[in-house]
Every structure is written in C-alpha cells, then in structure tokens.
C-alpha cells in the first residue's frame, strides 16, 4: 500500500511538472523610447498561449500597465499594476487583451496580447474607442496579428 502511495504521488508530480513546462515565459517592458517611438510597450504585441506568463517589466519607472475594459475574452480577471512596478499576468483564457500604460494611454501607449485564437473576442476589442494616438496604433497592431507569431 505505501509502495502505491509512493507511486501515485511521482506520478501526478511527473504529470503536474510536464504540464508547467509546457508554458512559456515572455517579457514586455514599459520605455520612455523605443523602435516606434516614445513611451511603448515593447514589443507592442505577443502571441503567446493560454497557460503561458508574461513578465511587465517596468524599465522606465513613469509606467504602469492595465488591461482594457472591454479588450479582454469574456471571463478574464483584469489587471492593472501599480506605476514603476512589474507585474506578472498568467493568460489562461484564449483571446485578445489590450493593454495600455494609464498616464500614457492617449500619447499610444499601448500593445495587444492575442493568447491563442484571437477570434475568440477579435470583433468586440476591435470596436472599443480610444484616445488620440492609441486608436492609429491600436488599428496597426489589430491588421498585424494575422502576420504575429508566437516568440520563443
């Protein structure tokens, strides 16, 4: 009976650890600058899994990262972080999440995590407004998922 105990318990930590490899880890930094310009997320879209984790790593600290009401699969836990802090998001839920940087929001500060199929809410994160340059922005990154492959 305890040799069977023993073995039950290997088996579901085998089991248990074959399912966290499977998920990847990704990072996304918040800039005063980059590639596209001042203050972005970079990069500004990732296509990542459900089950997989991103890292918002605060690398200028006058950033904070939030999801978008009504840019998020139905079901899915919002996040917000607190400014000049990291936060780490676990995406278990297939979809679209929009993120923005609150202070920055207008300014197009913001990015697209498609976890999965982003059909799943591609047509409702499609038609929320925004302000200023995030709308122009957010309008490249939604023709650019097609193109986005996932970064391993």
Request: aromatic residues 8%; neutral net charge.
């Amino acid at each position: 009976m305890r040799l069977a105990k023993v073995l039950l318990a290997a088996s579901v930590i085998v089991l248990a650890s074959g399912v966290a490899a499977g998920a990847a880890e990704y990072q996304v930094q918040t800039l005063n600058m980059s590639a596209h310009g001042m203050f972005q997320f970079e990069p500004q879209q990732l296509k990542i899994q459900p089950g997989d984790t991103v890292h918002f790593i605060a690398k200028d600290k006058g950033h904070n990262v939030e999801s978008i009401e009504g840019m998020l699969p139905d079901g899915a836990t919002p996040f917000k972080g607190g400014f000049g802090q990291d936060l780490t998001v676990t995406f278990t839920q297939a979809g679209v999440y929009g993120i923005k940087c609150a202070p920055h929001y207008g300014m197009g500060m913001v990015g697209l995590i498609v976890v999965g199929d982003a059909a799943v809410n591609l047509q409702k994160a499609e038609v929320v407004n925004h302000p200023g340059k995030a709308k122009p922005t957010f309008a490249a990154l939604f023709k650019a998922i097609g193109t986005q492959t996932a970064q391993h």
